[in-house]
């Protein structure tokens, strides 16, 4: 099992000030350890559930240039782009200059988007769930027709391109990867099964996350589509420093599931201490499960 790296939480001593080199050594620190990428949070502002929306945000993309230029192998990406955050086109297009600009280390996460107070506060248009799904189908349809020769128009229910021209190409052939957040079993996992390399799912039930691999398998089933090569990826909420043995034993029936990488935050007040700690104690034994 391969271990990636979520820094979600910039309220950190000495910030705004300390962050650029609190992410840096962070990033650093992780790539040295073999992770597999360094993903960043995409939102306007900090998550309620999870702090306030006054708690510091930085803006994701803009992130990931900073880290494409201070690393050298990790993967890096939002997990994950709200697909009301950025006009299709541009988002495209944005990915690709990240591919480019760190040799071929990008990938697109992106889901349905969810947090309706930052949209209503910044302006951005909100549309009803059913609406930004459609809208995230149409936004996975224009980013690989903008990652192949078709550089013609595309004429969508909610999109509409004149010309799909997005030069110069990834540095990945045929594209960046493509992960898909979210767990819903009729629209995220269909769509996973018909676009994305590689899924990213939330939970701590082994039953529960099997359950949703059998549904997109079923997805995968009806469109004709590998579930092998499907990437399965998962989201951990707890802290594994704090019990190395304990978090070991509970991923193991995640690994026999299938699940090859799993995602967690760095927890407290020094990252880069945590980051430390987890290269240390913990990333070594993982690779094992």
């Not at 960046?176 to 979210?182: D, E, K, L």
């Not at 089933?221 to 978090?247: C, H, N, Q, R, S």
């Amino acid at each position: 099992m391969r271990f990636g790296f979520h820094f979600l939480d910039f309220t950190m001593p000495g910030e705004p000030e300390s962050l650029a080199g609190l992410l840096r050594n962070s990033a650093q620190t992780a790539e040295q350890s073999g992770a597999s990428w360094f993903s960043v949070m995409d939102h306007y502002f900090q998550m309620e559930h999870f702090q306030t929306a006054h708690d510091p945000m930085l803006e994701g993309y803009t992130t990931l240039g900073f880290l494409a230029g201070i690393t050298e192998r990790v993967k890096l990406g939002t997990v994950v782009t709200g697909v009301t955050y950025r006009h299709p086109g541009l988002l495209s297009k944005i990915v690709t200059t990240l591919d480019v600009l760190s040799e071929g280390r990008a990938f697109l996460g992106i889901g349905a988007a969810w947090y309706e107070r930052e949209h209503l506060a910044l302006g951005v248009p909100y549309p009803p769930l059913a609406e930004r799904f459609e809208r995230l189908e149409e936004t996975l349809q224009i980013a690989l027709q903008m990652w192949s020769d078709d550089e013609g128009p595309f004429e969508g229910k909610h999109f509409q391109l004149a010309e799909t021209i997005s030069v110069p190409a990834p540095v990945q052939s045929p594209h960046p990867p493509i992960v898909i957040g979210g767990s819903g079993e009729k629209k995220t996992l269909r769509m996973v099964a018909q676009y994305a390399d590689a899924c990213n799912i939330f939970g701590d039930d082994p039953e529960a996350i099997a359950h949703k691999l059998e549904v997109l398998r079923g997805h995968c089933d009806t469109l004709g589509t590998d579930y092998d090569a499907i990437e399965k990826t998962m989201i951990v909420g707890t802290d594994p420093t704090e019990d190395v043995d304990g978090f070991l034993r509970s991923m193991e029936p995640f690994a026999e599931l299938g699940i090859s990488m799993i995602t967690v935050g760095p927890a407290g007040d020094d990252p880069v201490a945590w980051t430390t700690t987890m290269c240390e104690d913990l990333v070594p034994r993982l690779a094992e499960l």
